[in-house]
C-alpha cells in the first residue's frame, strides 16, 4: 500500500490520470524510439532546449522567435529563460540533493536582466520557502509515482510557492524540465513540455492560477490532466520528431 502521505503518489491516483499519463508517456517514448533515443545528438538537445526557452518566454508574456533569441535578441524575460536552459543541465546533480538551492540559482539565471544583483535567488515570501523546503522533503522521500506525474506537481508547486518576487513561472518550468531527465522520462531533454503547454496557453495559466489560490485536490486533478496533454504535444514538437 502507498504512503498516504506522498503527494506525488496520491496525485498519480487521481480519477483519470492514470490513463492520461500514461498516454502521455507512449507517446514520448514513441518519438524517442522511432527516431532511435541514442541517435539524438548534443545539436538535438540544444535545439530542444533553445525552443523551450522561446515558448516559456512566451508564456512569460514575452514572445520571441527562437532564432532571434539564439542570436541575441529578445527582451529581459527571454533572454534569462535562455541562460536558464543554458545551465540547465549542469543543475541535475544539485537538483537531486538539494532541489532549493538549485530553485533559487534557476531564479538567479531567470532574473538576472530583471531585478537587483542582491535579490537574484533569494525568495521574499517565508510562507513560499516553507513551501519549497516540504517540496523538497517529499522529492527526498522517494516515491513510486510516474516521473511526469512528479514533473507536474513540482511546476504547480513552485508556482504556487510564488517565493520569489518575479519569474516563479520561469523557475517552475525549468524545474519541470529537469525532473523529465533526471527521473528518465526525458534523459536527453529533446522533448519540449514548454511549447506543450503554450500550445494550450489558456488553459495553463487558468489552471495554474486555480491551484495556486486553492491548491485543492481537485484543481490539481485539473493540471495534471492538462499537463498529460501538454507532455505529449512535446513530444510532437521535439527535434527528433518526424515533420509531415
Same mark, same amino acid.
Given at each position: 500500500?502507498s504512503?498516504?502521505s506522498?503527494?506525488?503518489?496520491?496525485?498519480?491516483?487521481l480519477e483519470?490520470?492514470?490513463?492520461?499519463?500514461?498516454?502521455?508517456?507512449?507517446?514520448?517514448?514513441?518519438?524517442?524510439?522511432?527516431?532511435?533515443?541514442?541517435?539524438? /545528438?548534443?545539436?538535438?538537445?540544444?535545439?530542444?532546449?533553445?525552443?523551450g526557452?522561446?515558448?516559456?518566454?512566451?508564456l512569460a508574456?514575452?514572445?520571441?522567435?527562437?532564432?532571434?533569441?539564439?542570436s541575441?535578441?529578445g527582451?529581459?524575460?527571454?533572454?534569462?529563460?535562455l541562460?536558464?536552459s543554458?545551465?540547465? !543541465?549542469?543543475?541535475?546533480?544539485?537538483?537531486?540533493?538539494?532541489?532549493v538551492?538549485?530553485?533559487?540559482?534557476?531564479?538567479? !539565471?531567470?532574473?538576472?536582466?530583471?531585478?537587483?544583483a542582491?535579490?537574484?535567488?533569494?525568495?521574499?515570501?517565508?510562507?513560499?520557502?516553507?513551501?519549497l523546503?516540504?517540496?523538497?522533503?517529499?522529492?527526498?522521500?522517494?516515491?513510486?509515482?510516474p516521473?511526469?506525474?512528479?514533473?507536474?506537481?513540482?511546476?504547480? @508547486?513552485?508556482?504556487a510557492?510564488?517565493?520569489?518576487?518575479?519569474?516563479?513561472?520561469?523557475? +517552475?518550468?525549468?524545474?519541470?524540465?529537469l525532473?523529465?531527465? @533526471?527521473?528518465?522520462?526525458?534523459?536527453?531533454?529533446? /522533448?519540449?513540455? @514548454?511549447?506543450?503547454?503554450?500550445?494550450?496557453?489558456?488553459?495553463?495559466?487558468?489552471?495554474?492560477?486555480?491551484?495556486?489560490s486553492?491548491? /485543492?485536490q481537485e484543481?490539481l486533478? +485539473?493540471?495534471?490532466?492538462? +499537463?498529460?496533454t501538454?507532455? /505529449?504535444?512535446?513530444?510532437?514538437?521535439?527535434p527528433?520528431?518526424?515533420?509531415?
Open positions: 500500500m504512503d498516504p506522498d503527494l506525488f503518489a496520491v496525485s498519480a491516483r483519470g490520470v492514470p490513463s492520461a499519463v500514461r498516454a502521455a508517456r507512449d507517446g514520448i517514448d514513441a518519438v524517442l524510439r522511432d527516431r532511435g533515443l541514442r541517435r539524438s /545528438t548534443p545539436e538535438d538537445t540544444a535545439r530542444s532546449l533553445l525552443l526557452a522561446a515558448a516559456s518566454a512566451g508574456g514575452e514572445g520571441v522567435d527562437p532564432d532571434v533569441l539564439a541575441g535578441g527582451g529581459p524575460v527571454a533572454r534569462g529563460a541562460r536558464v543554458g545551465e540547465l !543541465l549542469g543543475l541535475l546533480r544539485q537538483w537531486r540533493h538539494s532541489p538551492q538549485a530553485i533559487a540559482r534557476l531564479h538567479a !539565471l531567470a532574473a538576472a536582466d530583471s531585478v537587483p542582491e535579490q537574484l535567488g533569494r525568495p521574499v515570501d517565508a510562507d513560499g520557502v516553507a513551501r523546503q516540504d517540496l523538497a522533503r517529499r522529492l527526498a522521500a522517494g516515491t513510486a509515482a516521473g511526469l506525474v512528479v514533473a507536474a506537481v513540482v511546476h504547480a @508547486e513552485i508556482v510557492a510564488a517565493a520569489f518576487e518575479s519569474h516563479n513561472d520561469v523557475v +517552475a518550468r525549468a524545474a519541470e524540465r525532473v523529465l531527465v @533526471e527521473s528518465g522520462v526525458d534523459p536527453a531533454s529533446v /522533448t519540449i513540455p @514548454e511549447a506543450g503547454h503554450a500550445a494550450q496557453a489558456g488553459a495553463y495559466h487558468a489552471l495554474l492560477d486555480d491551484y495556486r486553492s491548491s /485543492t484543481a486533478h +485539473a493540471w495534471l490532466l492538462h +499537463a498529460a501538454a507532455y /505529449t504535444r512535446g513530444a510532437e514538437l521535439s527528433l520528431a518526424p515533420r509531415s
